[in-house]
């Protein structure tokens, strides 16, 4: 009975709220938006971040100087810290200023100038914190000092500055330092001026520095990246590069004071994780309050935040659908988000389920427990999800998975007739209709070229079909038969699935890093779909690296790959069927080694074009080519549904933005209510599991003392 | 400590180094098999735009440039020693850790990270060797009788279920069902222990099953033996006989399993961390071997084998305790 009592005790100790309660008491009723990650990121720097788990924080904490509108779409930039749009002037190779019309060949270089708002502040951090004599009071730090130091808070003294356009600049410098090693790195240095050998200065410059000392990146000047003015900068852009204002939106190019990467280099710094890495410094409505990425990270309000409202304006339905119920109010409108770490699907779920997340994916183990396939074959929310009052919100994500052809093989390979032919006939027998009813639970649509819907340039209905699977049928796209497939393979000279003249079977190979249970069944899919057309395939699955390696090597034949969009222009999914970009030899993005002299010159013409009639025509074009081509089969674009509770206001999904948690509102006293009457303790079980136990008990207690006495009689 | 114990445990230290030196040989041996320095570069630069010049930066950062055991360009001695495998590995013979590849201090991650394995291994570990022997001794008692079949089949039974099945049908009953404990989480301090209930229970029962059964066995060769026949010959009652006489004569092989593993209870489980959300050293290894960061993975390889090591040399000292007759010189 005692250890009942104890262990009732333990486990009402500190919570007034629900027994199976996951947060400390105090936080109950607060304005926190809970959610959680599975995988701790691996770099918060600006300059490293790329991960999509990684952005979640990166953006909410550093302010590059554009933005996605939140609400409208198609996706369209507006400035954040800049003042407008930046000023785009381009020049010739002896510095003429050409006009804007100017052919891109023409164009020597670009110049984008960016004027920031003034008056924007960082968020409070030690870097900044200075002695009355105005030095920085951290450094240098003293020795004993920070041998008393063990988590980031003990930081006593924080400060914060103005931003300036000298951060900015500073990060772009940032990006070509070698111990860095940005993933962007190798792109930019492409297109800014100067970054290249910047980077060759740098990486001698770190050579002759011990690992964590300080490089002061302001005695190195970058020929591409120069301060105007206190609140003006520009980037110089070698000729004609239009989607360079999208790379503008992303936190690789938020401003990064020199003051924390110099706090930060100091000796005993990097043992304590105290880096950029893992404590990040911006101007964003967060700022990284907590980060033990083993367990918590939690982002808390800025509280030097400039004034951002939010948007009074959005598409058409989403005043109806009470996103535009916040216009004009001041952002951020959380207090805090609490991220936690849930490595496994199913505690996640029964947490969500409880109240304790605000939102939530959906797994394939939790798809049917939470969506119902109506009759028209949309989803909808089961019964059990709408009692709770969980909404469901989809969207069509701005990605393409594909199963590539190694152009370079030489059974599949080729512009020649009959290899296209082959590809034709795959392309046909490969249905991803079902694929996507099977493995997806009807997460994605199939793909009719390599523009997802909501890029430019993607076509919607008849227009918008692959003729090639494809025809229209009753105000509807349908599947070319087999027989079609047959027939072209056939053309390809493979009656049958064999080879005309020695009959030998025709046998392909699809590389595959996919293993375990779950990869079983979709390969044994594509096994089946090859089978219809009488062609075996023949699966070689291995691991990442050696995929790579024979990607690299141009050895695959068949491969399944994908692509999430950088930013919402035709270019960043086109320039992957851009001959000069493979990945043979070049180890470009082009996996597929396709090249095709029309589509290459177009795509030149196309990529420094602005959108228009004339765009758009050259697009359909290399789509047309493409898909007659078929360097790909299409596959699908994926969809993405989440699920969020009654309480979690403002949650229109921006597949392109990435700092949108300012715009979320939760109303915590909703949740409280939901929480309690979900979270009831049943105690009953308790007690009877232990009179269970106690009446297993008394015969053992008779017979120990039968026992006993047997013996004291003996 | 007697002089014979103090050089005993000074000549197992010794023994220790070419055993550590030949378990590094092995981790650096396999783990480059099958990664290159390229490949690692590749799995940290991420899926996107990433160069050759990119790998080689990554490379030369993070001291991957070196030969992995023979640098024919080095002169003299440095032929062996200019190498990456000596580079990465003498430090670690005073547990100097580094950095792992994606900049975290790797012996920082350790020592936050034994603590909530730790939280949930001790107690886990005392609680259950409390409830087996228990139990064990409980059956020995009504041995013979349908209370120690019941008892056995039971064991079975427990035996028979997949760990995961305790962890998922604990949370569903406990947090989902009744709503008694939270399904997962961690706080450090007071405020933790409602996290940690529901992982050692589930950790106590899942062990039950096995751990009885053996206990059981050891306890019924030794309830035939002579000296316990003389005890009840005394008149001691049977519950003298089991917990003080059996009990103590069979610490020795208790201790053998038993010992072996206290120093290694800071490295934490893979699946009952995953699963109740702890923030210990449980997945460390796998996540590091999952990133290919073969910082972590020898760091890792190595604790191991040394909290393996001392786990036997405490085993050996721990027979002095149980068995007088046991000497170790």
């Not at chain 1, 590059?64 to 010739?92: C, F, I, W």
């Not at chain 1, 009052?389 to 590539?404: H, K, M, N």
């Not at chain 1, 899919?525 to 990607?551: C, I, P, S």
């Not at chain 1, 089969?633 to 948690?661: C, D, E, I, Q």
């Amino acid at each position: 009975m005692r250890a009942w009592l104890l262990l009732s005790a333990l486990l009402l100790a500190g919570c007034n709220g629900p027994a199976n309660s996951p947060y400390p008491a105090g936080q109950a009723g607060q304005n926190i938006l809970y959610s959680a990650f599975s995988e701790r990121p691996k770099h918060l720097d600006p300059a490293r971040s790329y991960s999509e788990n990684e952005v979640v924080f990166t953006g909410q904490i550093y302010e590059p100087p554009l933005q996605y509108h939140y609400l409208k779409r198609p996706y369209e930039l507006e400035p954040l810290t800049a003042t407008g749009m930046p000023r785009v002037s381009y020049h010739a190779a002896d510095g003429r200023v050409l006009p804007a019309s100017a052919p891109a060949a023409a164009v020597a270089y670009s110049v984008y100038e960016v004027r920031i708002k003034p008056g924007i502040r960082y968020q409070p951090h030690p870097a900044f914190a200075k002695r009355p004599d105005g030095s920085p009071r951290y450094v240098p730090i003293d020795p004993q000092e920070l041998a008393g130091i063990v988590r980031f808070a003990d930081f006593k003294e924080t400060g914060s500055r103005e931003l300036v356009a000298a951060d900015y600049v500073y990060q772009i410098k940032r990006l070509a330092n070698p111990r860095l090693s940005s993933p962007i790195f190798g792109l930019m240095a492409e297109y800014i001026v100067g970054l290249k050998e910047y980077g060759a200065t740098l990486a001698q410059a770190v050579k002759d520095l011990p690992r964590e000392a300080y490089l002061d990146l302001e005695r190195y000047p970058l020929a591409g990246a120069e301060v105007v003015d206190r609140y003006t900068y520009r980037v110089k852009i070698k000729g004609k590069y239009p989607q360079f204002v999208y790379w503008l939106a992303m936190p690789f190019f938020a401003p990064v004071p020199f003051e924390a990467e110099r706090f930060y280099s100091q000796p005993g710094m990097m043992e304590r994780n105290f880096s950029l890495d893992w404590q990040p410094v911006g101007t964003g409505p967060f700022y990284l309050a907590e980060n033990d990425p083993n367990r918590v990270m939690r982002l808390q309000r800025n509280p030097h935040y400039h004034d951002d409202f939010y948007p009074a304006e959005g598409e058409p339905g989403d005043r109806a659908a009470g996103l535009l119920a916040d216009a004009g109010k001041r952002l951020p409108l959380l207090d805090q988000a609490i991220y936690r770490l849930e490595k496994e699907d199913i505690p996640y779920w029964t947490k969500f389920l409880q109240g304790y997340y605000d939102s939530s994916g959906i797994s394939s183990d939790t798809f049917d427990q939470a969506i119902r396939i109506g009759p028209d074959g949309q989803p909808d929310l089961s019964p059990e999800m709408r009692e709770r009052g969980i909404e469901l919100s989809t969207a069509v994500r701005s990605s393409i998975w594909y199963v590539g052809f190694n152009m370079r093989d030489p059974t599949l390979g080729g512009l020649g007739e009959p290899a296209r032919k082959l590809r034709q006939a795959i392309s046909i027998a490969l249905d991803y209709e079902e694929f996507i009813s099977i493995f997806l639970n009807g997460r994605g649509i199939p793909a009719q070229g390599p523009l997802p819907p909501g890029i430019y340039g993607h076509r919607t209905g008849e227009a918008g079909i692959n003729p090639v699977v494809y025809r229209w049928h009753n105000g509807r796209m349908v599947r070319r038969g087999i027989d079609e497939a047959k027939r072209l393979l056939a053309e390809a000279g493979y009656p049958n699935g064999r080879e005309r003249g020695s009959g030998r079977p025709l046998t392909l190979y699809l590389d595959t890093m996919a293993s375990g249970p779950e990869a079983k069944a979709r390969l044994d899919w594509y096994r089946k779909q090859f089978e219809k057309l009488g062609v075996q395939l023949v699966v070689r699955a291995t691991d990442y690296n050696r995929f790579q390696d024979k990607m690299l090597k141009g050895n695959a034949q068949i491969f399944e790959w994908g692509w999430n969009a950088d930013y919402p222009d035709p270019e960043n999914f086109l320039f992957l069927l851009y001959g000069p970009n493979r990945k043979m030899e070049l180890n470009g993005e082009n996996a597929a080694n396709y090249a095709n002299p029309e589509f290459d010159r177009l795509f030149v013409q196309m990529k420094d074009m602005a959108n228009g009639p004339a765009r758009q025509a050259l697009i359909d074009r290399m789509v047309e080519i493409v898909r007659h081509d078929a360097p790909w089969v299409f596959a699908y674009y994926p969809k993405s549904f989440g699920l969020r509770h009654a309480w979690v206001k403002n949650g229109k999904p921006n597949l392109m933005a990435n700092n949108t948690l300012k715009y979320r509102r939760v109303e915590p006293e909703r949740r409280l209510a939901y929480q309690a009457q979900w979270n009831r303790a049943v105690w009953w079980p308790l007690l009877l599991l232990f009179l269970l136990l106690a009446l297993a008990a008394l015969p053992a207690l008779r017979a120990y003392r039968r026992r006993q006495q047997a013996a004291a009689k003996a | 400590m007697m002089p014979g114990m103090l050089a005993y445990i000074v000549r197992r230290v010794f023994y220790a180094i070419p055993i550590l030196i030949g378990v590094n040989l092995i981790t650096f041996a396999l783990f480059f098999v099958v990664n290159t320095p390229d490949d690692m570069a590749r799995i940290h630069l991420g899926a996107k735009h990433v160069t050759a010049e990119a790998i080689e930066r990554w490379k030369v950062e993070h001291g991957y440039d070196k030969p992995l055991f023979f640098n024919p360009e080095a002169a003299g001695l440095a032929k062996l020693g200019d190498t990456l495998f000596v580079d990465k590995s003498l430090k670690l013979f005073v547990f100097d850790f580094g950095q792992a590849d994606d900049g975290r201090d790797i012996g920082r991650e350790i020592t936050t990270r034994m603590w909530p394995s730790l939280a949930i291994a001790l107690p886990t570990f005392l609680v259950g060797l409390l409830a087996y022997i228990s139990f064990a001794l409980t059956m020995v008692f009504f041995r013979a009788t349908y209370l120690d079949f019941a008892g056995v089949v039971l064991c079975v039974v427990l035996m028979s279920i997949s760990g995961l099945f305790y962890i998922i049908g604990g949370q569903y009953l406990l947090g989902k069902l009744w709503h008694l404990v939270p399904v997962s989480g961690f706080e450090p301090g007071l405020a933790g222990l409602k996290f940690l209930l529901l992982p050692v229970l589930v950790g106590v029962i899942s062990g039950l099953g096995d751990s009885s059964r053996f206990y059981r066995t050891l306890f019924l060769e030794e309830i035939h033996k002579d000296y316990v026949r003389t005890a009840r010959a005394k008149g001691l009652s049977e519950r003298i006989v089991l917990f003080r006489h059996v009990l103590g004569n069979a610490m020795i092989p208790i201790l053998t399993g038993a010992v072996v593993v206290i120093p290694r209870l800071f490295l934490g489980s893979l699946i009952v961390e995953s699963f109740f959300g702890i923030p210990g050293l449980g997945s460390y290894t796998i996540d590091a071997i999952q990133a290919q960061d073969f910082a972590i993975v020898r760091a890792m390889v190595f604790l191991g084998s040394v909290l393996y090591i001392l786990g036997l040399l405490l085993t050996d000292l721990s027979y002095t305790l149980v068995d007088p007759r046991v000497r170790l010189e």
